[in-house]
């Protein structure tokens, strides 16, 4: 490498013909790469990048994408402590050259606008998304999940009707969630309730149960409507929501004469969220016993369920809060009186039999257990002791689709946060532990809903866990190959993770080399699951990087990751057969594409694929695509080409992208090429465009382009793998 000396005296020599513009002759003259030529062309640099007068190259102010900063003689010099650039020491002018990287500046965050690198201040923040459409009737707001501005009708009070200012013959009374245009009309309180410019017309209604005075009478099982029309927020509860719409009714139950007798109640309705809770003495202050939240249910009703135990003859209160004006169903059931259980706390479980199933009534109040599977309800807790070590089943079904349960398997000090072994959730939730140590176990039960359950415990000799249920016998995972997992007997037993209660698997990535990684997971249909990156050890905090929740395909990546060991982690919320893949190239920079605007300026990727960045907004709409429905006549498009000397297996990655995608495959040899069949892909919001694809050797091009006139800043992985 030249000497930073030399390399200047050299260029005052045989360079004068290309800098005859900077006065450059055979006299000698002042250096355009002096202190002060630079300061008075450039001014002083901001703290923290190269001085202001230290030798900076003419072609900085050409190209605003480089800067020149000090002299040197290797790349250790070039370190300006900026995170967002990229200095090496360019060995014909002996100087620090800067280039900048907007990608890694992106924060994630769509709503907040676009990073960009900035080469003397480093990574500085873009104008905020701005969605207002200056209209007093809409409500414009970025939506982060979506990655796109939603606009909603103005809707102040909440009560789902618009401002009747907005849309004639609507909400009449925007600030109280009691009147609107699809609200009932109340006789005798002098108000327009359903804004029909007439007040307590003859087809009025009155509030029915909405006080203690006029409770709902309920002396026998069976099943009773219950309407909430113009019901108010009479009586207050520590359980409910706090929305704006809240009302309360009165439901006064009357036990006959005889022994006690249980009341299992259960409310539901099409709209709104429910509650429940018995009282003392109805409209008493503090009166409440205790309070039972509703849930949603898979059929999309609020459900909410209160089961008293021995309920002596005689009237009792119980108060049933909605946040809707829809009827709500109840459904009574009075039965002959049962003790109330007594394994409600962690020392008080109840032993389990092998093989002997056992009912268990969720709809409880008090706190949850700590569990990695959360819920919002209380437990009920068993126990069983192994005398020598065995496979241990469990299971928990529900028996009428209130709620979902939840297993938790736990040490014998089960109310201890350290002491769950494994847990799961789901409509039927499974736990398997292949060779349990002899010992005392907890198994606490719970649900997302007030749902009864039945719960199973089996035992089996012991036997060998599969070698990706754990971190410490995880397989290799040979990048470029495919991989099948049936997740039979898996547990979710290893800390690092994406999702928790899931049940999951692990495989050994070995790298040689600092690489570029990218794993992509597919899930059996109708399941859920996400795909991991973590260090070796497998702890709670090793974890680099997950998908995103719900993708199937799931992906993750990481560029430059240094060589090393690393697990590879599979996560499936119902335990179905999944495939694991990981891609792997050496690491190589980002490169960016400042043109590709069409066929002749194409930039073209390597071999080895890579990392390419670039910017829509200044390309022209040169090709269309089938996949775009929304615009047949496109967006502005930028295009890549691809040469394969072999088949190949291909994927193309624009996540991280900062707008709705398109990517579409065409096949040459000239440009631009006929689209492939399945081979156009859309990407809304984070699920950014993605193509897996077998191609044989031939030249292809990539349009990256915009869905429904969208466009900015993207990004594109090319992995490229033998098929």
Same mark, same amino acid.
């Given at each position: 490498m030249r000497r930073p000396g030399l390399a200047l005296a050299l260029y005052g020599a045989r360079g004068c013909a290309a800098l005859a513009s900077l006065g450059c002759g055979d006299a000698l003259v002042a250096s355009p790469f002096s202190r002060a030529a630079l300061e008075a062309d450039a001014g002083p640099r901001e703290p923290g990048t190269p001085d202001a007068g230290e030798p900076q190259a003419p072609s900085e102010r050409a190209d605003p994408s480089v800067v020149f900063g000090a002299p040197c003689v290797d790349d250790a010099q070039c370190d300006d402590g900026l995170e967002c650039t990229l200095g090496v020491c360019d060995p014909e002018l002996g100087l620090c050259r800067y280039t900048g990287d907007d990608s890694l500046c992106d924060d994630g965050v769509f709503c907040d606008g676009v990073e960009h690198c900035d080469l003397r201040l480093g990574c500085r923040p873009g104008p905020p998304m701005t969605c207002s459409d200056s209209t007093p009737c809409t409500i414009d707001v970025c939506d982060e999940a979506t990655r796109s501005c939603v606009s909603r009708e103005r809707d102040a009070d909440g009560d789902g009707d618009v401002d009747g200012n907005c849309q004639v013959g609507h909400d009449c009374n925007d600030l109280d969630a009691n009147v609107s245009s699809l609200a009932t009309e109340i006789c005798n309180n002098q108000v327009d309730d359903d804004c029909d410019g007439e007040v307590d017309e003859a087809d009025c209604q009155a509030p029915r149960f909405d006080s203690c005075a006029d409770a709902l009478q309920i002396s026998a099982s069976g099943s009773y409507l219950v309407p909430s029309a113009g019901a108010r927020l009479d009586y207050g509860s520590a359980c409910s929501t706090e929305a704006s719409t809240l009302r309360d009714l009165v439901l006064q139950v009357?036990?006959?004469?005889?022994?006690?007798?249980?009341?299992?109640?259960?409310?539901?309705?099409?709209?709104?969220?429910?509650?429940?809770?018995?009282?003392?003495?109805?409209?008493?202050?503090?009166?409440?016993?205790?309070?039972?939240?509703?849930?949603?249910?898979?059929?999309?009703?609020?459900?909410?369920?209160?089961?008293?135990?021995?309920?002596?003859?005689?009237?009792?209160?119980?108060?049933?809060?909605?946040?809707?004006?829809?009827?709500?169903?109840?459904?009574?059931?009075?039965?002959?009186?049962?003790?109330?259980?007594?394994?409600?706390?962690?020392?008080?479980?109840?032993?389990?039999?092998?093989?002997? #199933?056992?009912? !268990?009534? $969720?709809?409880?109040?008090?706190?949850?257990? %700590?569990?990695?599977?959360? &819920? =919002? /309800?209380? *437990?009920?807790?068993?126990?069983?002791?192994?005398?020598?070590?065995?496979?241990?089943?469990?299971?928990?079904?529900?028996?009428?689709?209130?709620?979902?349960?939840?297993?938790?398997?736990?040490?014998?000090?089960?109310?201890?946060?350290?002491?769950?072994?494994?847990?799961?959730?789901?409509?039927?939730?499974?736990?398997?532990?292949?060779?349990?140590?002899?010992?005392?176990?907890?198994?606490?039960?719970?649900?997302?809903? #007030?749902?009864? !359950?039945? $719960?199973?415990?089996?035992?089996?000799?012991? %036997?060998?866990?599969?070698? &990706? =249920? /754990?971190? *410490?016998?995880?397989?290799?995972?040979?990048?470029?190959?495919?991989?099948?997992?049936?997740?039979?007997?898996?547990?979710?037993?290893?800390?690092?993770?994406?999702?928790?209660?899931?049940?999951?698997?692990?495989?050994?990535?070995?790298?040689?080399?600092?690489?570029?990684?990218?794993?992509?997971?597919?899930?059996?249909?109708?399941?859920?699951?996400?795909?991991?990156?973590?260090?070796?050890?497998?702890?709670?905090?090793?974890?680099?990087?997950?998908?995103?929740?719900?993708?199937?395909?799931?992906?993750?990546?990481?560029?430059?990751?240094?060589?090393?060991?690393?697990?590879?982690?599979?996560?499936?919320?119902?335990?179905?057969?999944?495939?694991?893949?990981?891609?792997?190239?050496?690491?190589?920079?980002?490169?960016?594409?400042?043109?590709?605007?069409?066929?002749?300026e194409a930039l073209t990727i390597g071999g080895e694929g890579g990392f390419f960045q670039g910017n829509t907004l200044n390309a022209d709409n040169d090709f269309s695509a089938s996949c775009d429905f929304a615009t047949p006549s496109g967006s502005p498009d930028q295009l890549l080409r691809l040469a394969l000397d072999r088949p190949r297996r291909v994927l193309l990655d624009m996540r991280g992208s900062q707008f709705d995608t398109l990517l579409n495959v065409r096949q040459g040899p000239s440009c631009p090429g006929e689209e492939l069949p399945g081979a156009c892909s859309v990407g809304i919001g984070d699920d950014q465009s993605f193509l897996d694809l077998p191609l044989s050797a031939g030249e292809y091009f990539l349009q990256v382009d915009g869905y429904a006139g969208a466009l900015g800043a993207w990004f594109l992985d090319v992995f490229l793998m033998d098929p």
């Open positions: 009357t036990v006959p004469a005889g022994p006690p007798q249980d009341l299992d109640l259960v409310a539901r309705a099409s709209a709104g969220e429910l509650a429940l809770a018995p009282v003392a003495s109805c409209g008493g202050a503090a009166a409440e016993a205790e309070c039972l939240p509703g849930s949603f249910v898979s059929s999309g009703e609020s459900v909410a369920r209160l089961h008293q135990h021995r309920l002596a003859a005689g009237p009792h209160t119980i108060y049933l809060w909605t946040t809707a004006s829809a009827p709500v169903q109840l459904a009574v059931n009075l039965q002959p009186g049962t003790a109330e259980p007594t394994n409600q706390e962690c020392t008080a479980a109840t032993t389990l039999v092998p093989d002997q #199933p056992v009912t !268990a009534n $969720l709809a409880i109040a008090g706190p949850p257990l %700590s569990s990695t599977c959360s &819920t =919002d /309800r209380g *437990d009920l807790f068993y126990q069983f002791t192994l005398d020598q070590a065995a496979d241990v089943r469990l299971s928990a079904r529900s028996l009428d689709e209130l709620g979902q349960p939840r297993i938790s398997l736990r040490g014998s000090d089960c109310a201890r946060d350290d002491s769950e072994l494994s847990c799961n959730e789901g409509s039927v939730a499974v736990l398997h532990h292949h060779s349990l140590a002899a010992g005392t176990y907890r198994v606490a039960l719970s649900a997302s809903g #007030p749902t009864d !359950a039945s $719960l199973l415990l089996r035992l089996a000799a012991p %036997s060998a866990a599969p070698d &990706t =249920d /754990r971190c *410490d016998t995880a397989p290799a995972l040979v990048p470029g190959r495919t991989e099948t997992v049936s997740f039979v007997d898996h547990l979710d037993d290893i800390e690092a993770g994406c999702s928790p209660g899931f049940v999951d698997a692990a495989w050994a990535l070995q790298l040689d080399q600092p690489s570029d990684v990218l794993l992509l997971a597919r899930f059996s249909p109708g399941d859920a699951g996400s795909v991991g990156l973590a260090a070796e050890a497998c702890g709670d905090n090793d974890v680099r990087g997950c998908s995103r929740p719900g993708a199937n395909p799931a992906r993750v990546s990481e560029q430059g990751l240094p060589a090393g060991r690393y697990r590879v982690l599979l996560e499936s919320a119902l335990g179905l057969p999944a495939t694991i893949t990981a891609a792997v190239r050496p690491a190589r920079p980002r490169a960016l594409v400042p043109t590709s605007d069409a066929c002749i």
